[in-house]
């Protein structure tokens, strides 16, 4: 047991809440039932501070499910049967509107959650979606990807399923926080290209080290057990592993979102 009163739910709780929160706020139910049913379970800090953390989770997943809402439509699941580069990949696609794809998030969204999205685009775009795909998650994140033609949508999931099958020989080093940090510093918006020159591309890599090593209360990713088994050290095979899978894997993500600023 632990020796003090938690005042604050773990990530990992606080993400589970939240996902639980911010659907019932998107299917517009009342959120009263889901925080006495918390807080019956132990689930939430004793007393004040658990209400403090509902009042504070609700007002932002409150800002994620006013965007959702907004959007949503009536949905159905299409079923998926494409032969991929040897393989055939079946299975349901779900939620699909009339508009395109609608998803959303209780966290921040990453480069993970716009890889996710985009492979379930492409899939949309295979299938002959003609709408476009969003998600939404905290502090007005976002990922949105227009409408491709069929068989360019087929042609960039053979790409996907080949790096799967290789990943399933030899691990591929395409790290959300570490690679996602070097393209985000490489990457210029307003030209919406990689910049090379020495200037960005140091900037870029000490964000790699940093997200790599992690800091004050934050975790580095190489911390993971899984990696250290990769990569003790970082040294520079390594770093040059991840933004070789970032630029490969990542930067098609990053060029096709429609970024609104």
């Given at each position: 047991?632990p020796?003090?009163e938690?005042?604050?739910?773990?990530?990992?709780?606080r993400y589970?809440?939240?996902?639980q929160?911010?659907?019932?706020?998107v299917?517009?139910?009342?959120?009263?039932q889901?925080?006495?049913?918390?807080?019956?379970?132990?689930?939430?800090?004793y007393g004040a501070?658990g209400?403090?953390?509902?009042?504070?989770q609700?007002?932002?997943?409150q800002?994620?499910?006013?965007?959702?809402?907004?959007?949503r439509q009536?949905?159905?699941?299409?079923?998926?049967?494409?032969?991929?580069?040897?393989?055939?990949?079946?299975?349901w696609?779900?939620?699909?509107q009339?508009?395109g794809?609608l998803?959303?998030?209780?966290?921040?969204?990453?480069?993970?959650?716009?890889?996710l999205?985009?492979?379930e685009h492409?899939v949309y775009?295979?299938l002959?979606g003609k709408?476009?795909?969003?998600?939404?998650?905290r502090?007005?994140s976002?990922?949105?990807?227009?409408?491709i033609?069929?068989e360019?949508a087929?042609?960039?999931?053979n790409?996907?399923?080949?790096?799967?099958?290789?990943?399933?020989a030899?691990?591929?080093?395409?790290?959300?926080?570490?690679g996602?940090?070097?393209?985000?510093?490489?990457?210029?918006?307003?030209?919406?290209q990689?910049?090379?020159?020495?200037a960005?591309?140091?900037?870029?890599f000490?964000?790699l080290?940093?997200?790599?090593?992690?800091?004050?209360q934050?975790e580095?990713?190489?911390?993971d057990?899984?990696?250290?088994?990769l990569?003790?050290?970082l040294?520079?095979?390594?770093?040059?592993?991840?933004i070789?899978?970032?630029?490969?894997?990542?930067?098609?993500?990053?060029?096709?979102?429609?970024?609104d600023e």
């Amino acid at each position: 047991l632990p020796d003090s009163e938690p005042f604050a739910p773990d990530s990992l709780e606080r993400y589970q809440i939240n996902a639980q929160l911010l659907n019932t706020l998107v299917n517009g139910e009342d959120p009263v039932q889901l925080y006495a049913r918390h807080r019956a379970a132990g689930n939430l800090p004793y007393g004040a501070f658990g209400e403090l953390f509902w009042q504070s989770q609700t007002e932002e997943m409150q800002e994620v499910a006013a965007e959702v809402s907004g959007q949503r439509q009536s949905a159905e699941s299409w079923e998926i049967n494409l032969p991929l580069n040897g393989v055939q990949l079946t299975g349901w696609l779900p939620q699909v509107q009339a508009d395109g794809l609608l998803r959303w998030r209780p966290g921040v969204l990453n480069m993970n959650d716009g890889l996710l999205l985009w492979l379930e685009h492409l899939v949309y775009c295979a299938l002959g979606g003609k709408g476009e795909s969003r998600m939404y998650g905290r502090k007005q994140s976002h990922w949105r990807f227009k409408a491709i033609d069929a068989e360019p949508a087929l042609t960039l999931l053979n790409e996907y399923v080949t790096a799967y099958q290789v990943g399933m020989a030899e691990p591929l080093m395409l790290l959300n926080k570490s690679g996602g940090a070097w393209l985000d510093a490489s990457f210029d918006r307003k030209s919406r290209q990689l910049l090379d020159d020495e200037a960005t591309q140091k900037k870029a890599f000490n964000k790699l080290l940093q997200a790599w090593q992690g800091g004050f209360q934050v975790e580095g990713e190489g911390s993971d057990p899984y990696l250290q088994r990769l990569s003790r050290t970082l040294d520079d095979e390594a770093v040059e592993l991840i933004i070789a899978a970032a630029r490969q894997w990542y930067l098609p993500v990053r060029l096709a979102h429609q970024d609104d600023e």
